[in-house]
């Protein structure tokens, strides 16, 4: 049984629209089934997302040929993951780990936003370019791997109700 849409009031107007992620597909099934079992399986998707932030930081020493090793690797992640940590806790990722909007954009941000002062407060640089990169690959690495999980939900509701 299809939930009924979720009607929002715009900030900007007196006009309602129907919030896209609220589990209603355009044929009228429902998606919630198929979120509902992504979502309970929460601490597999923030490990995934920490891995990727992990990667990020693989990446970029690799890319300034800095080295490998763990310590290094542990540095350059640490304010990153800390700031990923606290903003998917105050996100409730039992209820929206899976969220593009507004939980994976208030996720990216201020992981990035948070990470950058950890930084900072623990010694290091955050050259400009460093942030924009920063920004840029976070946002592809965790607003990316959340679209791929809603497409995967949408499609998979669709097979289970053809």
Known sequence: MARQ?????SW??????????????????TYDGVMKERIRNWPLWAVIDLALIILFAILG???????????????????????YLVMTLISRPWLTINRVWPTGLLVWLGTVAVGMA???????????????????????????????????SKRSAK????
């Not at 007196?14 to 896209?20: I, L």
């Not at 020493?61 to 700031?83: C, K, S």
């Not at 990169?133 to 679209?147: D, E, K, N």
């Not at 097979?159 to 053809?162: G, H, L």
């Open 12 to 29: 900007t107007s007196d006009s309602t629209y129907t919030c896209p992620l609220n589990g209603i597909l355009e044929d009228g099934g």
């Open 61 to 83: 020493r690799r890319e300034h040929e800095h080295a490998l090793d763990i310590g290094g690797i542990f540095e350059t992640a640490v304010p990153f993951l800390a700031a």
């Open 5 to 9: 849409p979720i009607e929002l009031r």
């Open 159 to 162: 097979q289970q109700n053809a």
């Open 118 to 152: 950890l930084r900072i407060a623990m010694g290091s640089t955050a050259a400009i370019a460093f942030v924009i990169v920063t920004i840029i690959v976070l946002g592809i690495f965790l607003l990316g791997r959340r679209l791929i999980c809603s497409l995967l």
